[in-house]
């Protein structure tokens, strides 16, 4: 049974949560037949690097996009084998595993100079770039700066600055930004929905501020909490998969510090501890929740772009604090 990060995987650029500044370029690119012989799609893991790449590589071999179309139709046969995997025509390669030079020659370079179907494109998906070894990277740098006819190197790191300089400048780098926890609320209550899962939007927040941005790890999470819990999921099972911290008690504790209330301030902490709340966890959160009230008091604009999204329901709690 495939995982919900397996099954719900996007096929298309409409499908792809947040990372809009990269899905017009690349769009634009598309519709436009302007398309780059090299690429870097850097970020942190789990933001949809290489599901991008695989989008974008779908879209330049589907038989059926039209001209000034980028969209691919995700049902003509070079769509559904790259959807399972087993096109030739898109060479997908693990640096971590592959790091010696001789790999790249053998999988990439020499790869890269044969033939190919007319009107289709090569394109490389090399996901972990950062871990080739120098020789593999000089042995690669002649090919991206000299490719083949419509051959596109994707590269994919969350570690861009271990990259030699000779390699970035050659690609069109994207950087891939952290999802929202708005967004993630929004692909997840799209999953409990096609699932049948009954779930309060308080524990699918809980879920999305506990990813840290990241989409992959979110629908990893919500998987546990239904493999344990079924087709209805409460707070009290959520609680046996997610790190127990909960948000609310450090809304409380703000609020009882703005008032001064010291007693009920530590009655509370120690309440927290006897229902085996993980501290740390709770630490970091009221750290999180402090910085963000304070940047909101400030400036809203500045909450919004430099603050982790607590979520509506602790939005409207804090709301009356400020």
Known sequence: MPTFYQKYRPNNFAEIVNQNHIKITLQSELEREQVAHAYLFCGPRGTGKTTMARVFAKALNCETRKPGESEPCGKCLPCEQIKQGTSLDIVEIDAGSHTGVENVRDNIIAGARISITPGKWRVFIIDEVHMLSLSAFNALLKTLEEPP???AFILCTTEVHKLPPTIISRCQRFDFKRISV???VQKLSYIAAKEKIKIEKSILE???RHSEGHMRDAESLLNQVFSISGQEITQE???LVIPHSNINSVI????LIIKKDSVQAIRLINQLVDDGVDLKQF???LIESARRMMLAKLSPAL???YAQDLGQVIEERTRPLL
């Open 237 to 239: 099972k959520a609680d």
């Open 182 to 184: 708005g967004d993630v």
């Open 206 to 208: 809980t879920i999305a």
């Open 149 to 151: 006819a419509r051959v």
């Open 252 to 255: 409380d504790l703000i609020s």
């Open 283 to 285: 630490s970091s959160d």
């Open 303 to 305: 909450a919004e772009k």
